[in-house]
């Protein structure tokens, strides 16, 4: 097989890529290792910047977003036993975030490529790019028995944080920064509706909880637990439990329960891999970085990756322009650091580490003081929040 772009991962990084340069004229082939089914079981985030939801609409995939998802112009924070709401949209001028799981967005790019045709191989198994300091790289797999070829101009990985593009890079050039945090999250996805009609990131000394949703029947909890919680000792009634003391009175009372949907629980961790690309390879999405979910920013950074890729693909296409692909590792490193600045700093602030002691535990409480009582300090939440600029 021969293409143009040969990606590798079919989730939101490789879709969206697939999606945007076809639409530009530009071929591609997906090879993701798992089954479609597999890739829209998971569970994921749902809260989309406006610089994504503008390239879902752009890209021709923004029709279902836009009559099911929810614009959300506010944001809560809830501890000392209140909640305070952070009104995004007076603090950055008018902009919102959509509320709209992610699984929903890869269902609806997946929906987009099979009706334009798009290539999208399944259960490739052994993905291996070859070739990446040439400029006929090309890609294998297996089929059962069957090694496949794939000879493309460039490769993309967006194959996230477990896969082969970024540990294809030679070794004594690629630079990785890590924090793994000490807990974990257990979340719970129910039939149920909605606790508050916007989102609370709640701050305890029992620990962080998160209330969030998917629909207005459809609701997506999280408390922090320790990392080696076993799942199988969460039952829901003591999820739920656990939940309610960590939220304000109110908000509590008003919490209705119902049977977990989904539970599980996972780890937080900070991660950069420099640079983003290595002679035709470039990385995409979690498969160069990974963020704590704490400032939803995981999807909404896959996006302004693959904005800058498929921008300088295109110009090297359509004007045999090479700048684009020279300056895309920094071009991305720039807002990917701004990003993962935003999210360590929610999750410094929001879960409880008794290893800092009753300083550490005042520092926090001073910082949100602080934080619901200025102007200043909201606006920089709330810019962050709704995405800086791509
Ligand atoms: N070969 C082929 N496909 C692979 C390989 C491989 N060696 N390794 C992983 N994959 C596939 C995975 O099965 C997955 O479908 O690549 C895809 C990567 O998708 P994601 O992990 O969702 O990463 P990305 O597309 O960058 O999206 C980032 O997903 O994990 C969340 O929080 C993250 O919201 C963010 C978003
Ligand atoms: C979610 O709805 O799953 C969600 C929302 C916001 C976050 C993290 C997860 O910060």
């Given at each position: 097989?021969k293409?143009?772009?040969?990606?590798?991962?079919?989730?939101?990084?490789?879709?969206?890529?697939?999606?945007?340069?076809?639409?530009?004229?530009?071929?591609?082939?997906?090879?993701e290792?798992?089954?479609?089914?597999?890739?829209?079981?998971r569970?994921?985030?749902?809260?989309?910047e406006?610089g994504?939801?503008?390239?879902?609409r752009?890209?021709?995939?923004g029709?279902?977003?836009?009559?099911?998802?929810?614009?959300?112009?506010g944001?809560?924070?809830?501890f000392?036993?209140?909640?305070?709401?952070?009104?995004?949209?007076d603090?950055?001028?008018?902009?919102?975030?959509?509320?709209?799981?992610?699984?929903e967005?890869?269902?609806?790019?997946?929906?987009?490529?099979?009706?334009?045709?798009?290539?999208?191989?399944?259960?490739?198994?052994?993905?291996?790019?070859?070739?990446?300091?040439?400029d006929?790289?090309?890609?294998?797999?297996?089929?059962?028995?069957?090694?496949?070829?794939?000879?493309?101009?460039?490769?993309?990985?967006?194959?996230?944080?477990?896969?082969?593009g970024?540990?294809?890079?030679?070794?004594?050039?690629?630079?990785?920064?890590?924090?793994?945090?000490?807990?974990?999250w257990?979340?719970?996805?129910?039939?149920?509706?909605?606790?508050?009609?916007?989102?609370?990131?709640?701050?305890?000394?029992?620990?962080?909880?998160?209330?969030?949703?998917?629909?207005?029947?459809?609701?997506?909890?999280?408390?922090?637990?320790?990392?080696?919680?076993?799942?199988?000792?969460?039952s829901?009634?003591r999820?739920?439990?656990?939940?309610?003391?960590?939220?304000?009175?109110?908000?509590?009372?008003?919490?209705?329960?119902?049977?977990?949907?989904?539970?599980?629980?996972?780890?937080?961790?900070?991660?950069?891999?420099?640079?983003l690309?290595?002679?035709r390879?470039?990385?995409?999405?979690?498969?160069?970085?990974?963020?704590?979910?704490?400032?939803?920013?995981?999807?909404?950074?896959?996006?302004?990756?693959?904005?800058?890729?498929?921008?300088?693909?295109?110009?090297?296409?359509?004007?045999?322009?090479?700048?684009?692909?020279?300056?895309?590792?920094?071009?991305?490193?720039?807002?990917?650091?701004?990003?993962?600045?935003?999210?360590?700093w929610?999750?410094?602030?929001?879960?409880?580490?008794?290893?800092?002691?009753g300083?550490?535990?005042?520092?926090q409480?001073?910082?949100?003081?602080?934080?619901?009582?200025?102007?200043?300090?909201?606006?920089?939440?709330?810019?962050?929040?709704?995405?800086?600029?791509?």
């Open positions: 097989m293409t143009q772009v040969g990606i590798i991962g079919g989730g939101p990084s490789g879709l969206l890529l697939s999606q945007i340069l076809h639409l530009r004229g530009i071929e591609s082939v997906v090879l290792k798992r089954s479609r089914d597999y890739v829209l079981s569970i994921r985030a749902g809260v989309l406006q994504l939801t503008d390239m879902l752009a890209a021709d995939v029709a279902r977003m836009d009559s099911e998802g929810e614009v959300h112009e944001v809560n924070l809830a000392g036993g209140q909640l305070h709401r952070i009104d995004l949209a603090l950055t001028g008018g902009k919102s975030v959509m509320v709209y799981g992610q699984t967005v890869t269902r609806d790019l997946y929906a987009a490529r099979d009706a334009m045709g798009g290539t999208v191989i399944h259960d490739a198994e052994d993905v291996t790019p070859h070739g990446l300091d040439s006929a790289p090309w890609l294998t797999w297996r089929k059962g028995d069957e090694i496949m070829r794939l000879d493309c101009d460039f490769i993309a990985a967006c194959d996230g944080f477990h896969g082969v970024r540990k294809s890079m030679p070794r004594d050039m690629l630079r990785e920064y890590e924090k793994v945090y000490p807990f974990g257990l979340g719970v996805l129910s039939r149920t509706p909605p606790v508050h009609e916007e989102l609370i990131y709640a701050s305890h000394e029992r620990g962080f909880a998160l209330c969030s949703m998917r629909s207005k029947v459809l609701s997506r909890y999280y408390v922090q637990c320790p990392l080696d919680d076993d799942i199988a000792e969460w829901d009634d999820f739920w439990e656990e939940l309610k003391r960590r939220l304000p009175e109110e908000v509590a009372d008003a919490l209705e329960t119902g049977p977990s949907i989904e539970k599980s629980i996972a780890p937080l961790r900070s991660f950069v891999a420099e640079p690309s290595w002679g390879l470039f990385l995409a999405g979690d498969a160069g970085h990974i963020v704590p979910p704490t400032g939803a920013k995981g999807l909404n950074l896959a996006a302004s990756d693959v904005h800058y890729l498929s921008e300088a693909l295109i110009a090297h296409y359509a004007e045999g322009s090479e700048e684009g692909l020279k300056s895309y590792s920094d071009r991305a490193l720039r807002r990917i650091w701004k990003a993962e600045r935003f999210s360590w929610m999750t410094m602030m929001m879960h409880h580490f008794p290893e800092n002691g300083f550490g535990q005042r520092m409480t001073a910082e949100l003081d602080y934080l619901v009582n200025s102007r200043a300090a909201m606006t920089a939440l709330a810019e962050n929040y709704v995405g800086l600029p791509f």
